[in-house]
């Protein structure tokens, strides 16, 4: 009993300093550390700055404000752009992908899979923006 | 592109122009000032609608119908379950005489697909466009028993290639939106656009009850009719010369 209790006692220790590497890992992805042994999403933003609400906010809130944008713009006709998914698709759509869905690397589909969150928006809703939206040749099968 | 086609293209081009400039004193070919504000929500104070002088439309021509397609993103090839949110319908009366009409949703002021609806999807905005929620709609499709004028489809196979401004998806009702992101834009529908680019001028689009704009003078100057008008649901499509 006694060495197990020695042992458990160890065993908090290491615990601790593992702990404190984890925390010391995050307060240093926190400052834009490049390399991190956490995986994260492998999505890129446009810009900082450049988006229509704080980044902080919109993580936590985007669908608030897309359903809210959703209802007024079907049931009432307002369709202005700054919270239409349109408007986000736009931006996020990216260089590398064109889209936002199909890859881990498009913006919303790469967060998504990584927080593992459904995303059903783009079974009806263009996942590109209005200029390649006609051009591209859809993929077979479409947005999953 | 031949130099004739170049010719024939600009001609159209002219012809859309001239479609919203005054064709005689008093009389335009739509009413092109419905603009509202952006963020203010459609009135009741507006009903839109449009009348279709079936003197005009020829019984060979579809360009309604592949405008349609052509703005809302529906697929070109069509099969049996395709989506169809306006179609070219072949009447013949007693007498063998044949009309050639352009059926789509008639945007009823008591429309049936919005009363049998049972999750409320189906719902009547309030400029009197009949449109389906996709985000309520559970693809039951009462919606489509319950319509007089079959103008209903239901999305059997998954989408691809939507336009930004009309998405669609598997599993849901749709029908004709009366183009509804372009009216929000000031626009006019895809349909009637088409139609006045080919120099038919059958289909205008108005204010029905504006009393001074032309659609709701010509509909109270002239024999109109509307299709079913036994159930009495005062539909906002109307036609000459059935």
Redesign the interface.
């Known amino acids: 009993m006694r060495g197990a209790g020695t042992f458990t006692g160890r065993a908090w220790r290491v615990a601790a300093k593992a702990a404190l590497v984890v925390a010391l890992a995050g307060s240093a992805l926190a400052a834009d550390a490049p390399s991190t042994r956490v995986p994260l999403p492998g999505v890129t933003a446009p810009a900082e700055g450049t988006c229509v609400e704080d980044t902080e906010f919109m993580r936590r809130n985007h669908m608030r404000l897309l359903v809210h944008q959703r209802d007024r713009t079907v049931h009432e006709g307002i369709r202005t752009e700054k919270h239409s998914l349109a408007n986000c698709v736009s931006c996020h759509a990216g260089s590398k992908t064109g889209r936002v869905t199909g890859s881990k690397d498009a913006f919303c589909e790469g967060c998504h899979r990584y927080a593992a969150v459904k995303l059903d928006c783009f079974e009806c809703h263009a996942d590109r923006p209005a200029a390649t939206a006609s051009a591209a040749a859809p993929p077979a099968g479409g947005p999953k | 592109m031949s130099r004739v086609d170049q010719g024939r293209r600009q001609i159209l081009a002219w012809g859309a122009a001239m479609a919203g400039v005054a064709l005689a004193p008093g009389v335009t070919l739509f009413d092109l000032a419905h603009g509202r504000a952006?963020?203010?929500?459609?009135s009741s104070k507006v009903r839109w609608g449009m009348l279709v002088d079936l003197n005009k439309c020829a019984s060979d021509c579809d360009a309604c119908v592949s405008a349609c397609d052509k703005e809302n993103?529906l697929p070109t090839e069509k099969t049996a379950t395709s989506a169809q949110w306006i179609r070219k319908v072949e009447l013949k009366d007693m007498r063998g005489q044949v009309r050639s009409l352009p059926m789509m949703c008639q945007h009823c002021a008591e429309p049936p697909c919005v009363d049998v609806c049972p999750t409320g999807a189906s719902?009547k905005?309030?400029?009197g466009i009949v449109?389906v929620?996709?985000?309520t709609c559970i693809g039951c499709r009462y919606c489509m028993m319950a319509c007089p004028y079959k103008a209903r489809s239901f999305v059997h196979e998954?989408?691809?290639?939507?336009?930004?401004?009309v998405?669609?998806?598997?599993g849901?009702v749709e029908s004709c939106t009366l183009c509804?992101?372009r009216?929000?834009?000031g626009g006019i529908p895809a349909c009637v656009e088409a139609c006045a680019a080919t120099g038919r001028q059958a289909i205008l689009f108005g204010n029905l009850n504006d009393p001074e704009s032309e659609i709701a003078k010509r509909v109270a100057s002239y024999a109109t009719t509307a299709v079913r008008a036994d159930l009495r649901l005062d539909p906002g499509v109307r036609y000459v010369g059935l």
């Not at chain 2, 952006?38 to 459609?42: F, G, K, L, S």
């Not at chain 2, 998954?158 to 401004?165: F, I, V």
């Not at chain 2, 998405?167 to 598997?170: D, S, Y």
């Open positions: 952006p963020t203010e929500p459609a993103g719902f905005r309030a400029d449109l929620d996709r985000h998954p989408t691809t290639g939507q336009r930004p401004e998405p669609r998806g598997k849901c509804v992101h009216i929000d834009r």
